[in-house]
């Protein structure tokens, strides 16, 4: 199995059902690598990798990167660093599952992604927006269930939605939402 270095673009992570439902594993942007677990176990890949935008990728073989490893400090500490960000996501994924339900999971993954507003650094926002189904992939939710709480949101004007921008009028409201959830 090859491992894959990202030279640019963005890919995504992700798994589906037998029933054709998605979750979400990861967004891994340029500079960065996947891949890195088949070789290590030995075993078939545990997810699919889409790009999301043109792509730049390389790749070398399972071996030649066992050797990098074996013989370099550097990539070593690299790989056990991003085995270590992988097993803390995936401890953070579960215990969202177990401690948080549906509408505070989705304002925890909108929390996650506010940043500034560069037209007014007093205000925030999510830009782009994911799609719905990104959404619910992401939470652990369905594209149902991501509806009906942008909806409930927007209506307690804490978001609004125009084109590709979600605009966060409150934002401590949306974290304590997400928040309440992890205080259980």
């Known amino acids: 199995m090859p491992k894959s270095d990202l030279f640019s673009g963005q890919v995504q992570v992700l798994r589906s059902s037998r029933s054709g439902r998605d979750v979400h594993y990861d967004s891994i942007k340029s500079g960065n690598f996947f891949g890195e677990l088949s070789i290590l176990d030995d075993m078939p890949r545990s997810a ?47 215990a969202n599952l177990s401690l948080m339900n549906a509408e505070q999971r989705l304002c925890n993954e909108l929390a996650g992604h506010v940043e500034a507003d560069p037209g007014n650094l007093q205000r925030y926002r ?4 994911p799609t719905q189904l990104e959404l619910a992939a992401r939470a652990g939710v369905t594209r149902q269930t991501v509806a009906r709480v942008l909806s409930k949101l927007n209506q307690e004007n804490i978001i609004e939605r125009r084109g590709r921008v979600l605009h966060i009028h409150d934002r401590k409201k949306l974290q304590d939402i997400a928040l309440a959830g992890k205080q259980t």
């Open 126 to 129: 999510v830009y782009p927006v």
């Open 48 to 94: 699919t990798v889409i790009a999301r935008s043109e792509c730049a990728v390389g790749k070398i073989t399972g071996r030649q990167f066992l050797d990098l490893v074996a013989t370099h400090e550097k990539p070593a500490l690299v790989l056990l660093r991003r085995l270590a960000v992988i097993i803390r996501d995936a401890n953070e994924r579960i």
